[in-house]
């Protein structure tokens, strides 16, 4: 039985989180770092989702280096906020500035 998962600079992509996220609600996967893979707020959002669920059984959560920004960030708040389990959470380095490209006239 898999219960920790390692996959720091392993360039998964979006695609290849939200899968992980996906299925964090039917597993018992305890540990889970996602260090440096350029992640974005909706990869936050999905492991948010997950953890809201109530069947996620992650303790341990390691998102640094990566994008999640202050909407990704809102959005593991409030899921954490809401009495889940997870004992540690990893958000160093993190691109949490919205910047907005302004038109040059």
């Known amino acids: 039985m898999l219960i920790?998962?390692?996959?720091e600079r392993n360039r998964i992509g979006a695609k290849g989180a939200k899968a992980i996220a996906a299925a964090l609600s039917s597993a018992v996967?305890?540990?889970?770092?996602l260090?440096?893979?350029?992640?974005?707020?909706?990869?936050?959002?999905?492991?948010?989702?997950?953890l809201g669920s109530g069947r996620a059984a992650l303790k341990t959560l390691d998102l640094a280096?990566?994008?999640i920004g202050p909407?990704?960030?809102?959005?593991?708040?409030t899921a954490l906020?809401?009495?889940?389990?997870?004992?540690?959470?990893?958000l160093g380095h993190l691109m949490m500035a919205e910047t907005r490209r302004r038109k040059r006239c």
């Open 35 to 50: 260090r440096f893979n350029s992640l974005g707020a909706a990869v936050a959002k999905a492991i948010a989702e997950a």
């Open 81 to 90: 906020g809401s009495g889940k389990e997870v004992t540690r959470l990893g």
């Open 71 to 77: 909407k990704g960030a809102k959005a593991l708040a």
């Open 4 to 7: 920790s998962l390692d996959l």
């Open 29 to 33: 996967l305890t540990d889970l770092n």
């Open 65 to 67: 280096a990566n994008d």
